[in-house]
């Protein structure tokens, strides 16, 4: 079983930046791929980056591509995604998600989630 909680959310204007956090429990985190996604008012939860266990291949939707850094540090549990020049449209509740795929973008490849972090962007 894996616990991830994620930090870092907050309210930032557009052109600024934030850094997520997702920590897991447990000792096998650097046997699962790690990867965050978005969900928006009304919208479907979307697949936003992910990072491999194997070699730490990374992979980013083409909107977020060029401005979002998906991240590990597996000696201390966690996941980062810093998030550079935020536009009003990635405003969601971002989560973090664990598989022992080797890597996926598909919500229902994910075994573990964290509760959700709220990154608010104003125009």
């Known amino acids: 079983q894996v616990q991830l909680i994620e930090s870092g959310g907050g309210l930032v204007q557009a052109g600024g930046s934030l850094r997520l956090s997702c920590t897991a429990s447990?000792?096998?985190?650097?046997?699962?791929?790690m990867a965050w996604f978005r969900q928006a008012p009304g919208k479907k939860r979307e697949f936003v980056a992910v990072?491999?266990?194997?070699?730490?291949?990374?992979l980013y939707e083409d909107r977020v591509k060029g401005r979002f850094t998906i991240s590990r540090d597996n000696a201390k549990n966690t996941a980062y995604l810093q998030m550079n020049s935020l536009k009003p449209e990635d405003t969601a509740v971002y989560y973090c998600?664990?598989?022992?795929?080797?890597?996926?973008?598909?919500?229902?490849?994910?075994?573990?989630w964290g509760q959700g972090a709220q990154v608010t962007v104003s125009s």
């Open positions: 998600a664990a598989t022992k795929r080797d890597y996926s973008v598909i919500v229902e490849q994910f075994d573990y």
């Open positions: 990072i491999t266990a194997s070699d730490s291949t990374t």
């Open positions: 447990g000792r096998a985190f650097s046997t699962y791929a």
